[in-house]
């Protein structure tokens, strides 16, 4: 790839609270992707996908309790965020490149008949990359997340009409986002903001108070705006590449195996949205299963609820047999 390539500084990272993690990297593309990989010697595989703008400091505390409960346990970092390097052309970071940069991901650790829990753009792009490659997971859970099957009128219109709110939002501060949490808030904070405020966002979006190194660790992985184009463009590609979007719908409706979903009831873009019961309603899988909606929790549930969430998903595995 012609482009410039950043790469944080380790000691960007050096003193960070609760993630006493080994780093492994693959190439991807040209590009180092870092992922965590505990508890190597276990035989069953869970994979925790992040999204925007966290990485995968946000599963800290789920980590431990996986396996412990026997899972090996990996946690990538999306390219252009945490441990992973930082292509700066926002131009580079399109829907379809992430995902093949995750498909690569995948399919270099061989590793088939996984279990995976998806949040944010992690959906967005694991579950394109589950529609490539089927054999990956034989168990998903789906929590806060969203994959835009559009037809129609609603694929002609979506597009335009969340580039009109992210145009009449301006310039917003962290303080307007925090006080009016809506798409156009969201993509005119990350487009706009010369300081991108990453654990204050955070904390936007999460119902417990985050300590102050906590909230360090969420802007370690940017230590200047030369770092920021992934956050910044990620906003903008959420209703991008419908054709191909729809075409991995039609062959995720294929997929039989067990499905969970796990949304909050707190998260102001997607509670009550009924983005779940789409989930239940397209995976087969998904019938019967013990769907729970996690209380008192926001958007970045992990950060929430992260001990009921890792108990949740360890006794569903169970019950379907995993």
């Known amino acids: 790839m012609n482009q410039q390539i950043l790469r944080t500084p380790d000691d960007a990272f050096a003193a960070l609270v609760d993630y006493p993690f080994v780093a492994n990297y693959l190439e991807v593309d040209g590009m180092r992707m870092h992922y965590l990989d505990e508890g190597k010697d276990n035989e069953k595989t869970v994979f925790l996908l992040h999204g925007q703008p966290s990485w995968s400091y946000l599963y800290r505390h789920m980590v431990p309790l996986l396996v412990d409960a026997g899972y090996r346990v990996i946690a990538p970092d999306l390219i252009g965020f945490g441990k992973s390097d930082k292509p700066a052309s926002s131009n580079v970071h399109s829907y379809g490149n992430h995902v093949r940069w995750m498909t690569s991901f995948v399919r270099q650790l061989g590793i088939t008949n996984a279990a995976a829990f998806m949040q944010d753009w992690g959906g967005m792009i694991g579950l394109r990359v589950l529609a490539q490659e089927p054999e990956w997971l034989d168990r998903l859970v789906v929590s806060n997340t969203a994959l835009a099957e559009m037809k129609g009128l609603e694929k002609f219109m979506v597009p335009k009409v969340l580039k009109l709110m992210a145009a009449m939002a301006g310039k917003p501060s962290i303080n307007k986002f925090a006080n009016n949490i809506n798409y156009g808030n969201w993509a005119g904070y990350f487009r706009h903001s010369a300081h991108l405020e990453v654990g204050q966002i955070i904390q936007t979006l999460t119902t417990k108070q985050l300590s102050t190194d906590e909230m360090q660790a969420y802007d370690a992985p940017f230590p200047t705006p030369d ?14 590449e419908l054709d191909q979007v ?24 997607l509670a009550e949205q009924g983005y779940d019961k789409k989930f239940q309603a397209n995976f087969s899988g998904a019938q019967g299963q013990s769907h729970i909606t996690i209380e008192n929790a926001s958007h970045f549930l992990q950060e929430d609820q992260s001990q009921q969430l890792a108990a949740k998903v360890i006794s569903w595995l169970e019950q379907t047999q995993y």
Do not use: C, G
Not at 228 to 238: G, S, T
Not at 246 to 256: P, S
């Open 227 to 240: 770092y920021y184009a992934a956050p910044r463009k990620m906003p903008e590609i959420v209703a991008s």
């Open 246 to 269: 729809n075409a991995d719908w039609e062959k995720l409706k294929q997929w039989h195996k067990p499905v969970l979903t796990l949304f909050s009831d707190k998260d102001p873009f």
